[in-house]
Nanobody, 121 residues
């Protein structure tokens, strides 16, 4: 019922910037934590950044100081501003959210389809 759709991925040179967006749609009562994960070839999926409903944030050490996560609750959208990109940032980036559809539902984990970020050296 609830869907997350990412956008904004692409190819950039090292040192460049990208801004990822993830919009939730469907029947939504509330969204708790939203986050971004990434998975590089041959690697496990890892948490990049997360943000609570009131704006508290958490970042992986590898992106701290370079990436910024934010959200617009009115639009049910989370963003990831990525600056000073490095080749090591190359991965498929996935949006994740804990979503409650109605008062009869519990919070459920929902994943987006992923968007590819490629950083060239």
């Amino acid at each position: 019922q609830v869907q997350l759709v990412e956008s904004g991925g692409g190819l950039v040179q090292a040192g460049g910037s990208l801004r990822l967006s993830c919009a939730a749609s469907g029947t939504i009562l509330s969204i708790n934590v939203m986050g971004w994960y990434r998975q590089a070839p041959g690697k496990q999926r890892e948490l990049v950044a997360a943000i609570t409903s009131v704006g508290s944030t958490n970042y992986a050490d590898s992106v701290k100081g370079r990436f910024t996560i934010s959200r617009d609750n009115a639009k049910n959208t989370v963003y990831l501003q990525m600056n000073s990109l490095e080749p090591e940032d190359t991965a498929v980036y996935y949006c994740n959210a804990a979503v409650r559809g109605s008062w009869r539902d519990r919070y459920l984990e929902v994943w987006g389809q992923g968007t590819l970020v490629t950083v060239s050296s």
